[in-house]
Protein backbone atom coordinates (compact mmCIF):
# COMPACT_ATOMS: atom_id res chain seq x y z
CA UNK A 1 0.00 0.00 0.00
CA UNK A 2 1.55 3.74 -0.70
CA UNK A 3 0.67 6.31 0.95
CA UNK A 4 -2.02 8.01 -0.39
CA UNK A 5 -3.75 4.53 -0.42
CA UNK A 6 -3.51 4.74 3.52
CA UNK A 7 -4.44 8.42 3.07
CA UNK A 8 -7.83 7.47 1.49
CA UNK A 9 -8.18 4.61 3.94
CA UNK A 10 -7.79 7.13 7.03
CA UNK A 11 -10.16 9.91 5.29
CA UNK A 12 -12.87 7.35 4.66
CA UNK A 13 -12.44 5.89 8.45
CA UNK A 14 -12.55 8.90 9.74
CA UNK A 15 -15.86 9.82 8.01
CA UNK A 16 -17.39 6.92 8.55
CA UNK A 17 -16.74 7.81 13.13
CA UNK A 18 -18.10 11.09 12.13
CA UNK A 19 -21.66 9.85 10.20
CA UNK A 20 -21.66 7.42 13.71
CA UNK A 21 -20.88 9.98 16.10
CA UNK A 22 -23.57 12.51 14.79
CA UNK A 23 -26.26 9.64 14.77
CA UNK A 24 -25.27 8.81 18.18
CA UNK A 25 -25.60 11.90 19.38
CA UNK A 26 -29.05 12.52 17.17
CA UNK A 27 -30.41 9.15 19.03
CA UNK A 28 -29.47 10.71 22.32
CA UNK A 29 -31.20 14.08 21.75
CA UNK A 30 -34.01 11.89 20.32
CA UNK A 31 -33.86 9.93 23.40
CA UNK A 32 -33.74 13.19 25.65
CA UNK A 33 -37.04 14.41 24.48
CA UNK A 34 -38.66 10.98 24.78
CA UNK A 35 -37.92 11.15 28.08
CA UNK A 36 -39.36 14.82 28.41
CA UNK A 37 -42.56 14.35 26.48
CA UNK A 38 -42.70 10.55 28.98
CA UNK A 39 -42.58 12.74 32.24
CA UNK A 40 -44.75 15.52 31.32
CA UNK A 41 -47.66 12.84 30.29
CA UNK A 42 -46.64 11.35 33.64
CA UNK A 43 -47.11 14.31 35.44
CA UNK A 44 -50.47 15.03 33.50
CA UNK A 45 -51.67 11.17 34.22
CA UNK A 46 -50.42 11.95 38.27
CA UNK A 47 -52.39 15.09 37.86
CA UNK A 48 -55.98 13.43 36.19
CA UNK A 49 -55.58 10.39 38.91
CA UNK A 50 -55.66 12.67 41.79
CA UNK A 51 -58.49 14.59 40.28
CA UNK A 52 -60.41 11.37 39.56
CA UNK A 53 -59.82 10.45 43.33
CA UNK A 54 -61.06 13.54 44.56
CA UNK A 55 -64.12 13.13 42.11
CA UNK A 56 -64.70 9.57 43.41
CA UNK A 57 -64.43 10.76 47.14
CA UNK A 58 -67.25 13.57 46.51
CA UNK A 59 -69.42 11.04 45.04
CA UNK A 60 -68.70 8.03 47.91
CA UNK A 61 -69.75 11.00 50.29
CA UNK A 62 -73.09 11.94 48.57
CA UNK A 63 -73.79 8.41 48.27
CA UNK A 64 -73.47 7.83 51.97
CA UNK A 65 -75.65 10.54 52.26
CA UNK A 66 -78.57 9.80 49.82
CA UNK A 67 -78.35 5.79 51.28
CA UNK A 68 -78.84 8.03 54.84
CA UNK A 69 -81.40 10.12 53.59
CA UNK A 70 -83.60 7.33 51.88
CA UNK A 71 -83.40 5.13 55.06
CA UNK A 72 -84.40 7.84 57.25
CA UNK A 73 -87.22 8.16 54.66
CA UNK A 74 -88.46 4.50 55.51
Given at each position: ???????????G??????????????R???????????????A???????????????????????????????
Open positions: MDAGSVFLIVVAVIIAGVWYAGVRRVAVSAETQRQYAEQAETQRLLTEMSAQLADLNRRTADMQRILKDAE
